[in-house]
């Protein structure tokens, strides 16, 4: 037997909330009076609060957040005002904090903390806060960013004479964030002084730029950009450069579809700003449309119709969008941008020429057999280029050796041909070009000069240290053991040679150059690159003294030139362990098993190359390794799926050391954790093809090549993850 449930009745309650009901008032079974809770209750909200949609208290005469900020609240009855017809002041619009520009612009999380936030501190950037004065306008960045005087004049007459820089407090060493004319042609004339002799930056034509800049009829994105990469190249924190870029950036975006000389001018230098800046992945993503932009325009063809000075500023823009390339692909041809097959222009002629506005025929990138004994003066700038396609196969030769798609028979064949190729380029040369450190005092373009010559020199260390019994990057075991000793050792002889050679060139630069060049940073990789060699070549103490000394010249280059570029912020810190670690070993005087120092301990990677075979591994030269690239494939199918990583094969199982900069390079293998290999007697390692390895190879470690990054199991031992096709260079 179930108990009649009562129903219950809605209740009923007066329009004073406050007075409680009559018995009398309602038939029904409730007969005392109901107690309304204050929560309940209907609490009065100002207008204040109102507006700003936040929790009113409700006090009266005045509600605490109006007296706590100081607002006119609406609960106030002025004397002389009937109520119901008070006017409603809108309150003043107030912000608890305001991130800094630079934290702003990489939305990066900021703590606003004052003279400068801990974000911008920890990264060594200069931090501006844009405030605003009392009934003044926020401050944004993008609305600030090349507004000119005249242009904040005409913005001031269109809105009823407020201006967009009005009221703006900046806070910080930045006191201003227009471009002035005075402030855009100092930097201009800073650009052709400090950046122009670079390969990278030579590109604009200088009387016509300056001109243009005089006569403020520069396109305004270029103008932007040139000011952007001028001001951060050279330090000038008391400009706020970061926001010019990124102004200069949107703007290009905004024009995508229209392809332009001058935005695709522009384009380049903020490539390289985000690149000198650290921020890789926006690079790594603007270099793809720069691509597009220069085959868009044709640049890759030759215009005869154009006159001479816009014919060679085509050139010009295209070769410094090739060299961007070693920034990112590095010789992986599924990288690169510009493949040499599609390149149909000339080499860029001398400075004088270009200024002048003259025609040379200069030749182009790889000649051919019958041009090879025709000894043609191309200039610095044409050999500089013709190196850098020679380095690039070089790399893609010794990845075929690491690899083993190249055969032990042609290895000698192959290596003879790429010192042919050499040899024709250092006769290309004048001979007030050839080095030597009268030359190298008396010559105009000291910065080219030397990254020249310094480049000639790593290009035979790299062939030659295939050759290097025990080096992380020499040839895999068999290899070596095919290759007559004669020959190896001639092949280790002379890798160090040159290895003391850009040694030499530092060391003359460092005495008797101009100190206030800038370097482009494959300068720093030849200077790191030379001393880690001379480094592991010296096994007695005596010797390994001085090379460490010599190391210590190549550390003071890249300090002295690089030290605010975020692209070789891993070199240094990387040679300074290195010299280090080699310290250590000569106070020990332990030389018994001579092998590189060991590399940091490996943790496990979330990059997207995680999964790449050797064939795609990326070198240190490629800034996709400091990119934070991720690989969220896993969440196509959903939260229900699991997120852990499948188990792969031994064979693809790969795991990451921790790099240069405690950043994870992605795409590297240690030789230690792979689960095929077995321990035989004597410390050295048996293959699945029952060949021993030798265990100062193994001891090697995974010191890094900025030309070739690090090696796997199957760079070092010659395993290769898939069989040799016809199409292994792609």
Same mark, same amino acid.
């Given at each position: 037997?179930?108990?009649?449930?009562?129903?219950?009745?809605?209740?009923?309650?007066?329009?004073?909330?406050?007075?409680?009901?009559?018995? +009398?008032?309602?038939?029904?079974?409730?007969?005392?009076?109901?107690?309304?809770?204050?929560?309940?209750?209907?609490?009065?909200?100002?207008?204040?609060?109102?507006?700003?949609?936040?929790?009113?208290?409700?006090?009266?005469?005045?509600?605490?957040?109006?007296?706590?900020?100081?607002?006119?609240?609406?609960?106030?009855?002025?004397?002389?005002?009937?109520?119901?017809?008070?006017?409603?002041?809108?309150?003043?619009?107030?912000?608890?904090?305001?991130?800094?520009? +630079?934290?702003?612009?990489?939305?990066?999380?900021?703590?606003?903390?004052?003279?400068?936030?801990?974000?911008?501190?920890?990264?060594?950037?200069?931090?501006?806060?844009?405030?605003?004065?009392?009934?003044?306008?926020?401050?944004?960045?993008?609305?600030?960013?090349?507004?000119?005087?005249?242009?904040?004049?005409?913005?001031?007459?269109?809105?009823?004479?407020?201006?967009?820089?009005?009221?703006?407090?900046?806070?910080?060493?930045?006191?201003?964030?227009?471009?002035?004319?005075?402030?855009?042609?100092?930097?201009?004339?800073?650009?052709?002084?400090?950046?122009?002799?670079?390969?990278?930056?030579?590109?604009?034509?200088?009387?016509?730029?300056?001109?243009?800049?005089?006569?403020?009829?520069?396109?305004?994105?270029?103008?932007?950009?040139?000011?952007?990469?001028?001001?951060?190249?050279?330090?000038?924190?008391?400009?706020?450069?970061?926001?010019?870029?990124?102004?200069?950036?949107?703007?290009?975006? +905004?024009?995508?579809?229209?392809?332009?000389?001058?935005?695709?001018?522009?384009?380049?230098?903020?490539?390289?700003?985000?690149?000198?800046?650290?921020?890789?992945?926006?690079?790594?993503?603007?270099?793809?449309?720069?691509?597009?932009?220069?085959?868009?325009?044709?640049?890759?063809?030759?215009?005869?119709?154009?006159?001479?000075?816009?014919?060679?500023?085509?050139?010009?823009?295209?070769?410094?969008?090739?060299?961007?390339?070693?920034?990112?692909?590095?010789?992986?041809?599924?990288?690169?941008?510009?493949?040499?097959?599609?390149?149909?222009?000339?080499?860029?002629?001398?400075?004088?020429?270009?200024?002048?506005?003259?025609?040379?025929?200069?030749?182009?990138?790889?000649?051919?057999?019958?041009?090879?004994?025709?000894?043609?003066?191309?200039?610095?700038?044409?050999?500089?280029?013709?190196?850098?396609?020679?380095?690039?196969?070089?790399?893609?030769?010794?990845?075929?050796?690491?690899?083993?798609?190249?055969?032990?028979?042609?290895?000698?064949?192959?290596?003879?041909?790429?010192?042919?190729?050499?040899?024709?380029?250092?006769?290309?040369?004048?001979?007030?070009?050839?080095?030597?450190?009268?030359?190298?005092?008396?010559?105009?373009?000291?910065?080219?000069?030397?990254?020249?010559?310094?480049?000639?020199?790593?290009?035979?260390?790299?062939?030659?240290?295939?050759?290097?019994?025990?080096?992380?990057?020499?040839?895999?075991?068999?290899?070596?053991?095919?290759?007559?000793?004669?020959?190896?050792?001639?092949?280790?002889?002379?890798?160090?040679?040159?290895?003391?050679?850009?040694?030499?060139?530092?060391?003359?630069?460092?005495?008797?150059?101009?100190?206030?060049?800038?370097?482009?940073?494959?300068?720093?990789?030849?200077?790191?690159?030379?001393?880690?060699?001379?480094?592991?070549?010296?096994?007695?103490?005596?010797?390994?003294?001085?090379?460490?000394?010599?190391?210590?010249?190549?550390?003071?280059?890249?300090?002295?030139?690089?030290?605010?570029?975020?692209?070789?912020?891993?070199?240094?810190?990387?040679?300074?362990?290195?010299?280090?670690?080699?310290?250590?070993?000569?106070?020990?005087?332990?030389?018994?098993?001579?092998?590189?120092?060991?590399?940091?301990?490996?943790?496990?990677?979330?990059?997207?190359?995680?999964?790449?075979?050797?064939? +795609?591994?990326?070198?240190?030269?490629?800034?996709?390794?400091?990119?934070?690239?991720?690989?969220?494939?896993?969440?196509?199918?959903?939260?229900?799926?699991?997120?852990?990583?499948?188990?792969?094969?031994?064979?693809?199982?790969?795991?990451?050391?921790?790099?240069?900069?405690?950043?994870?390079?992605?795409?590297?293998?240690?030789?230690?954790?792979?689960?095929?290999?077995?321990?035989?007697?004597?410390?050295?390692?048996?293959?699945?093809?029952?060949?021993?390895?030798?265990?100062?190879?193994?001891?090697?470690?995974?010191?890094?090549?900025?030309?070739?990054?690090?090696?796997?199991?199957?760079?070092?031992?010659?395993?290769?993850?898939?069989?040799?096709?016809?199409?292994?260079?792609?």
């Amino acid at each position: 037997m179930t108990e009649a449930l009562r129903p219950l009745r809605p209740l009923q309650v007066s329009r004073d909330l406050h007075e409680p009901q009559s018995p +009398q008032a309602g038939s029904g079974p409730i007969s005392t009076p109901v107690s309304i809770p204050d929560s309940l209750k209907k609490r009065a909200i100002c207008s204040q609060c109102r507006i700003r949609k936040v929790r009113c208290d409700g006090r009266p005469n005045i509600c605490q957040n109006c007296d706590r900020l100081g607002f006119e609240c609406s609960f106030q009855q002025s004397p002389g005002k009937s109520p119901g017809k008070y006017v409603v002041k809108l309150p003043e619009r107030r912000r608890r904090m305001q991130a800094c520009i +630079q934290c702003h612009s990489k939305k990066t999380r900021c703590l606003g903390e004052l003279p400068s936030c801990s974000s911008c501190v920890r990264r060594n950037r200069t931090c501006v806060y844009p405030r605003t004065k009392k009934h003044g306008t926020i401050a944004r960045g993008n609305d600030l960013a090349g507004v000119s005087e005249a242009d904040g004049q005409v913005a001031e007459q269109r809105s009823g004479g407020t201006s967009p820089t009005q009221g703006i407090m900046m806070i910080g060493p930045a006191q201003g964030l227009t471009l002035d004319h005075d402030v855009t042609l100092a930097l201009m004339e800073d650009y052709f002084k400090h950046l122009y002799p670079l390969p990278s930056f030579s590109f604009l034509h200088k009387p016509t730029s300056l001109q243009r800049c005089r006569d403020q009829t520069m396109n305004g994105t270029l103008k932007l950009a040139i000011c952007a990469i001028t001001a951060l190249q050279l330090h000038r924190t008391a400009l706020c450069h970061d926001l010019w870029a990124q102004q200069a950036e949107q703007l290009i975006l +905004q024009q995508m579809g229209r392809a332009s000389i001058f935005n695709l001018q522009a384009l380049l230098l903020i490539i390289r700003y985000r690149i000198e800046s650290g921020e890789f992945p926006t690079a790594f993503m603007l270099a793809a449309l720069a691509a597009r932009t220069a085959l868009a325009l044709r640049l890759n063809y030759e215009r005869p119709e154009l006159p001479d000075v816009a014919q060679e500023a085509r050139r010009r823009l295209f070769w410094a969008l090739y060299l961007l390339d070693d920034f990112f692909c590095v010789g992986l041809r599924e990288f690169e941008l510009y493949p040499e097959e599609t390149i149909a222009i000339f080499l860029p002629c001398d400075e004088d020429n270009f200024e002048a506005g003259r025609h040379v025929r200069t030749g182009v990138l790889r000649p051919g057999p019958e041009s090879r004994g025709n000894a043609t003066v191309i200039g610095l700038r044409g050999v500089s280029l013709r190196l850098t396609s020679v380095r690039r196969a070089v790399m893609r030769f010794n990845r075929r050796v690491g690899l083993g798609d190249e055969l032990s028979s042609t290895i000698g064949e192959s290596i003879w041909r790429f010192e042919e190729e050499l040899r024709f380029l250092g006769a290309a040369l004048r001979p007030n070009e050839q080095y030597s450190a009268v030359n190298l005092t008396s010559s105009e373009w000291q910065a080219q000069f030397i990254m020249l010559h310094m480049s000639w020199h790593q290009c035979h260390c790299d062939m030659y240290r295939l050759g290097l019994d025990g080096y992380s990057e020499a040839a895999p075991s068999p290899v070596l053991l095919a290759l007559h000793p004669r020959d190896r050792a001639g092949m280790q002889l002379k890798c160090l040679e040159h290895a003391r050679s850009i040694i030499g060139i530092v060391s003359d630069f460092l005495n008797h150059g101009d100190g206030e060049l800038l370097l482009e940073r494959d300068a720093a990789v030849c200077a790191f690159e030379s001393a880690r060699l001379l480094m592991f070549g010296s096994r007695a103490a005596s010797n390994l003294d001085v090379a460490i000394g010599k190391a210590k010249l190549s550390l003071k280059l890249i300090t002295r030139f690089f030290p605010y570029s975020a692209s070789t912020q891993p070199l240094r810190k990387d040679l300074e362990r290195l010299i280090a670690s080699y310290s250590v070993r000569l106070a020990l005087q332990t030389q018994k098993a001579f092998s590189e120092p060991e590399p940091p301990s490996a943790r496990p990677s979330t990059k997207v190359s995680q999964y790449a075979t050797s064939r +795609q591994r990326l070198s240190v030269q490629s800034l996709l390794l400091q990119s934070d690239f991720v690989d969220d494939s896993n969440e196509i199918a959903g939260p229900t799926q699991t997120t852990e990583t499948p188990t792969l094969p031994s064979s693809m199982q790969t795991s990451f050391p921790v790099g240069v900069g405690d950043e994870v390079l992605a795409g590297a293998a240690t030789p230690r954790d792979h689960s095929w290999g077995t321990t035989g007697p004597g410390n050295s390692q048996v293959s699945p093809a029952g060949q021993s390895l030798d265990a100062g190879q193994e001891g090697a470690g995974l010191i890094f090549n900025p030309w070739m990054g690090f090696t796997g199991p199957e760079d070092m031992y010659g395993v290769s993850s898939r069989p040799p096709g016809p199409d292994d260079e792609f």
